[in-house]
T-cell receptor
């Protein structure tokens, strides 16, 4: 039982490049989330998916797109990376509004 | 909107000292409250939670009581260990969507 997995662990991009962050969970949870963590800012919600086939914007969605591929997988895409998107990205899942389970994170540096 | 405020860090304590990390919240409804812990280089893990007023969450020697009258959910531990060094996040769960996190409090425990 791996829980929530994320790939890649680290990534360096140049400004303007695109990439997709992958997330998968094996707990059969309905809800999945993408957060970013920046120093002194805590975690901020980018997008979430309450159930398969639905996605909604969170607090900081600009510059990102998401796809809920199936119940297990929820990907985050940066179409044209900017230095302001340098951050640590966390995926999480939950069965309801209660306990969320987090992945190990993806550290992204945009030059 | 709903929000969480937690004490600024970093907090530095000697081993076996008493720990308190303050957390207060603002919410229109009756949220669930959480403490998450993040060890260096890892994702967030649920430490404890409380779902209604006067509930006490506890885990690994940590405790927090949901106080509706003071809108607080302070984290305490009677005797900290070096292995407790981490960043601690207070969070509020509302409306069935994502969690609202505080900015985090870094704890360093020295031998």
């Amino acid at each position: 039982n791996a829980g929530v997995t994320q790939t890649p662990k680290f990534q360096v991009l140049k400004t303007g490049q695109s990439m997709t962050l992958q997330c998968a969970q094996d707990m059969n949870h309905n809800s999945m989330y993408w957060y970013r963590q920046d120093p002194g800012m805590g975690l901020r919600l980018i997008y979430y998916s309450a159930s398969e086939g639905t996605t909604d914007k969170g607090e900081v969605p600009n510059g990102y797109n998401v796809s809920r591929l199936n119940k297990r997988e929820f990907s985050l895409r940066l179409e044209s990376a900017a230095p302001s998107q340098t951050s640590v990205y966390f995926c999480a899942s939950s069965e309801s509004s209660e306990t969320q389970y987090f992945g190990p994170g993806t550290r992204l540096l945009v030059l | 909107g709903d929000s969480v405020t937690q004490m600024e860090g970093p907090v530095t304590l000697s081993e076996e000292a008493f720990l308190t990390i303050n957390c207060t919240y603002t919410a229109t409804g009756y949220p669930s409250l959480f403490w998450y812990v993040q060890y260096p280089g890892e994702g967030l893990q649920l430490l404890l939670k409380a779902t209604k007023a006067d509930d006490k969450g506890s885990n690994k020697g940590f405790e927090a009581t949901y106080r509706k009258e003071t809108t607080s959910f302070h984290l305490e531990k009677g005797s900290v260990q070096v292995s407790d060094s981490a960043v601690y996040f207070c969070a509020l769960g509302d409306s069935g969507y994502a969690l609202n996190f505080g900015k985090g409090t870094s704890l360093l425990v020295t031998p």
